[in-house]
């Protein structure tokens, strides 16, 4: 056996081939798959061996037997390090991590452009009730060219509630072809930063009340759990459209629905799900200005490939005691490098 092995285990899926290549350019790293179905005495002798978990950033793809908290934890005495397969994170519990010495990684950014495209295609289509006009135009022939009369988006209001890669990325695009207003809502980021984005910040009820879009592109975490509800939705303008391609959960969406039935928004761009997929009778499949996707903003061959490659560097540099960029638990640092050079001498 190679000395000094660093065992790495992937649940289900890797978001590219291009993971298990850089990795095992290094001899010193192994990599194993587990599955839902992996008979339990395969997957415990794997946890019990594993220094890393490469885990799905999505928890409709993770099952609560191998979320990253505690209960799995106690099943992998040996873990060091846990690297979600893209930005999100909400599969694993950060607490927990730092508790137990364990590092936490995401790849923040290496789906940026895939996201911000996506968000900027729902507010265009919305904006120009393309969808509307495609299935009306299905059904019978439309004489009349003022039916779905739409709006353009430049010099309009975008706002936008987290502004990290995706936000930065969607921001300079609304600003850079459509010369629109950038508002901004992230107790994270300074004014300084956001000045230097060309963003302005602002409070989220006076950034809803002003924007002509609202985009959300914060992590679902406690604090923003239910963040957009009947209030928020109150307090936007009735021309103005939602869209989402965060995380379920963190917006309403039975609020949603009420919001869209008394024509409080004009409408809404849905990529993400309490529940997903979502069922196909859910309220908000029924509304001809809600146009949905499942959770795709972020697969492109492109993002993929990015993520893949960043999340395996990432653990190689962590294995080689650099810090890497994308730490979600960064005051864990010490503990970790101690937990490491314990492991490997």
């Known amino acids: 056996m190679t000395p000094n092995l660093k065992q790495v285990f992937y649940l289900e899926y890797l978001a590219h081939p291009l993971f298990q290549s850089t990795l095992l350019q290094r001899p010193d790293f192994s990599l194993q798959r587990l599955s839902h179905t992996t008979p339990r005495p395969e997957v415990e002798a794997i946890l019990a061996g594993a220094h890393v978990y490469q885990i799905p950033a999505t928890r409709a793809e993770v099952t609560a037997a191998y979320r990253a908290d505690r209960t799995l934890f106690a099943r992998a005495p040996n873990l060091l390090l846990v690297s979600s397969s893209g930005a999100g994170y909400d599969t694993i519990d950060l607490d927990d991590c730092t508790q137990a010495g364990i590092l936490a990684l995401n790849q923040a950014g290496g789906n940026r452009h895939a996201v911000a495209e996506h968000a900027l295609g729902m507010m265009l289509c919305l904006s120009k009730q393309i969808i509307q006009s495609d299935r009306a135009m299905r059904r ?170 960043m999340a395996a560097e990432q653990i190689i540099q962590t294995f080689d005691s650099k810090r890497p960029p994308r730490m979600l638990n960064p005051e864990v640092w010490e503990r970790f490098s101690e937990r490491l050079r314990r492991a490997f001498a």
């Not at 309009?156 to 207003?181: P, Q």
């Not at 985009?215 to 939602?242: D, V, W």
């Not at 917006?251 to 997903?276: N, P």
Request: hydrophobic share 45%; proline share 7%; with cysteine.
């Open 140 to 309: 019978a022939p439309i004489a009349d060219r003022t039916r779905f009369m739409g709006h353009d988006m430049e010099g309009k209001t975008l706002g936008i509630v987290g502004l990290g890669a995706v936000g930065t990325r969607l921001a300079e695009l609304c600003r850079g072809l459509f010369s629109m207003r950038v508002l901004a809502h992230d107790p994270f980021v300074s004014a300084e930063d956001m000045a230097r984005h060309g963003v302005q910040p602002l409070p989220l009820p006076e950034l809803l009340r002003r924007s002509d879009y609202v985009s959300l592109n914060c992590p679902r975490t406690a604090a923003t759990e239910g963040l957009i509800g009947t209030k928020e939705f109150a307090m936007m303008q009735p021309h103005a459209y939602f869209i989402t391609t965060a995380r379920g959960g963190i917006h309403d969406e039975a609020a949603l629905v009420a919001a869209l039935q008394a024509g409080k928004i004009a409408g809404a761009g849905l990529d993400v799900w309490a529940t997903e997929p979502p069922p196909p009778d859910h309220p908000l499949l029924g509304f001809d200005n809600v146009i949905a996707s499942s959770h795709t903003a972020g697969v492109t061959h492109e993002a993929r490939k990015r993520i893949a490659v």
